[in-house]
């Protein structure tokens, strides 16, 4: 097993990182967020368009962590005026920071998936084997 070491120079240095990821994790609580943020990060989608791509997520929620994103300043809500109204949702410039954080859960993601598989001792839900 590697050794894990530390490039933080002092005890309060650490503390001011753990407090900044209890921050962070604050905003980005739940099981939603973050798959909400990872798909428009890619592309603006409509309200429609999410319930379907997040799955599993209701209306009533998908409508919750939606207006709790935008209070953040992380997505816009933009409400065409269209008939019937269509309404659609994209990153913010300061979401769009999220983006290096969104990638690098992704990464360790595909890794863990694949040693997961590798050790033939569990089988992952949804486990896609010709995708890895």
Request: with cysteine.
């Amino acid at each position: 097993m590697e050794k894990v070491t530390s490039d933080y120079v002092s005890l309060d240095d650490c503390e001011k990182r753990i407090r900044a990821i209890d921050d962070t994790m604050d905003i980005l609580n739940g099981k939603w967020k973050i798959s909400i943020l990872s798909r428009l990060l890619y592309k603006p989608l409509r309200y429609s368009e999410l319930l379907k791509a997040v799955s599993g997520i209701s209306g009533k929620m998908l409508s919750r962590e939606l207006q709790e994103l935008e209070m953040n300043g992380l997505i816009n809500r933009i409400v065409a005026s269209t008939k019937p109204l269509s309404v659609s949702y994209e990153v913010t410039a300061y979401g769009l920071s999220l983006k290096v954080v969104a990638d690098s859960i992704a990464d360790w993601g595909l890794k863990h998936r694949a040693q997961i598989i590798k050790s033939g001792k569990f089988v992952l839900e949804n486990e896609v084997k010709d995708q890895y």
